[in-house]
Every structure is written in structure tokens, then in C-alpha cells.
């Protein structure tokens, strides 16, 4: 039977273990968080889906002396290295998925490397776009092209703490991994409704070869809205993840089509990844040594804009 342990029971992670309880191999699921309120709003989001909760157990002490096959760490970025370390040091890993962003500084994300390295674990980042069935067909529809640019507008989308998403879709769609980024943020520092950490807008610009990569995000509105635009040479797809919709349009600018295009919640993914990774021992979530390699740029350039408009504050970079 596998054993599952899921830490941290907030948001997101609740969000998992309604998942989780839709694998249909046997499966024993601890989910622990030292905030009693978080795991009994987990339990009650897990008896909104499932009935079946027998082998699910909550609990507000880190496991230990124990054996698992899967752990997702569903913490906060400022303490998600401890938990880790924490969780490694008294139990035995085999595979692991993490949150995003998935630390707030690139010494912390070495020193995750050195330990996954010694304790000889695989593990992911759940920038989940690449499981979606309908960016994986998208993707399938572009390499038939060539792909050119993509372009993300919008208010209010978090482009410090969910902009990674957007550029890990970038090299899932284009398939390069070096890039150049730049900021063009602006000098206001809006507290987040992630205790500790800090959004910012304007625009972010990448580029990978001939390709590139438009970020942009004001607050305009406090309702969160915006478009992904994704070229080829021969067509502009228009992509509205809130309605599930995508336009198609030619060079022309004609419009060819409009159709649906799932969003699929993690409430309704992270069963099917982590089967994969139990029986497969891969899955289609970002590895960790590629998705380090992206964080090592990203929060490089966040955190260089913190030190710009608020030197000797940020010790490190105060997203999640």
C-alpha cells in the first residue's frame, strides 16, 4: 500500500487531498499542519468529495520514523525548505512534488538540491499547466507550426506570486529552458493575501532565442482577469483561462474559431499525477532541476526590484 503525506492543509493543499481521495489503489494519506483550524477545514473540503476517508489521518505533529511514497509540501515558500529538511531528516522520501514558487531565494534552492541529491529523491514543481489535456493539445497544434511569441495581460493575477506559471507554460510550449529576463516593474509594494509577501506590477519581458515572453499586470481592477495570447507563425491563440475559452485567429486576424478549453482544478488533477509518479515514477508536472533553473532567474529579478525601491529590507524575496 502507498504512503502518501501532504503537508500543509491550506489552500492549495486542501485542494490536493480532495484529489488525493480519488486514487483508486489502496493508499494511506497523513496530512499534517500545526494549525489545527487549517486541517479541520482540509477534513471538511475532503467530506465535501469523498465519503471514503478511512485511510486519510490529520494531524498536527510531523510525521516521523516513517516511510513515504509520495510527499507534497503545499507550505508557504518561506518555510517550505524547513518543513523539508524537517520532514527528510526524520522520515524516508522516495518521491516529492512542491509548491510554487518554490523558494523565496537561490541559496535555498541550492541547498533543497544537495538534499534531494543525498537522499537520492525525485521530485517536482506543480506548475500543473502541463498536465492540462488541452495545453498538451495545444502544444501538439504548435509544434506542427512554428512557435513565435506569447504574451499574458491582466489585472490583479498575481504577477509576482503566478507569473512562474505562465513562464514554465512559455518553455513547455517552445521547449527552451535558457532565458534572458528583464523588469519593468513599478515602485509600489502591495501587501499580498499571502501573510509576509509582497505583489508588484508592470511588465516582466523574456526571451529564449528568437522567442519571447510579455508579462503584464496592473490593478486596475481588484477582480482578477487576463488573456493569454499565444503566436505561431500562422495563427494567434487567445486564451481565457476564467471562461475556458479560446479564440483562433489567422494572420489575416480572422476569426476561425472559438471553442472550449478546460481549466483543470487541482481538485481534479493531483490524483492523476501523483499515480503516475507512484507506478511510473514520472509524470507531467515540471522536474525540479528544470523548474529551479526557472525559479533561479525569476526570483533573481524580483528580488533585485525589492532591494531598487526598498534597499536592506528584503533579505529575501518576499513572494509565495
Known sequence: MNNIVLVGAGQIGSRHLQALSNIKNECRITVFDPNQSALERAQNRLLDVSDNALNVFFTTEMPVDDSFSLAIIATS??????????????????YIIFEKVLFQSVLQIQQCTKLLETHAIRAWVNCPRRAFTSYKKLKSVIEEEQFASMKVTGSSY????????????????????????????????IESKRGGCFEVFGK???????H???????????????EIEIRTTQTR??????????????????????????VTPQSQLSHIVATEIMTKGRCDLTTFSESALLHEQYLSVFIAHFNAIQPNRFKVCPIS
Open 77 to 94: 515558500a518561506d518555510v517550505r525548505l524547513a518543513v523539508f529538511e524537517a520532514l527528510v531528516q526524520q522520515n524516508k522520501l522516495k
Open 212 to 226: 519571447s515572453l510579455s508579462l503584464f499586470c496592473d490593478n486596475v481592477t481588484d477582480s482578477q482577469r487576463y
Open 204 to 210: 516582466l519581458h523574456i526571451t529564449a532565442n528568437d
Open 158 to 189: 498575481g504577477l509576482a506570486c503566478n507569473g512562474i506559471h505562465f513562464v514554465d507554460l512559455f518553455v513547455f510550449l517552445n521547449g527552451l529552458n535558457n532565458l534572458n529576463m528583464k523588469s519593468e516593474l513599478g515602485c509600489d509594494v
Open 237 to 262: 491563440f487567445v486564451i481565457d483561462e476564467l471562461a475556458q475559452k479560446m479564440r483562433v485567429y489567422n494572420n489575416e486576424d480572422t476569426l476561425l474559431s472559438t471553442t472550449e478549453f478546460v
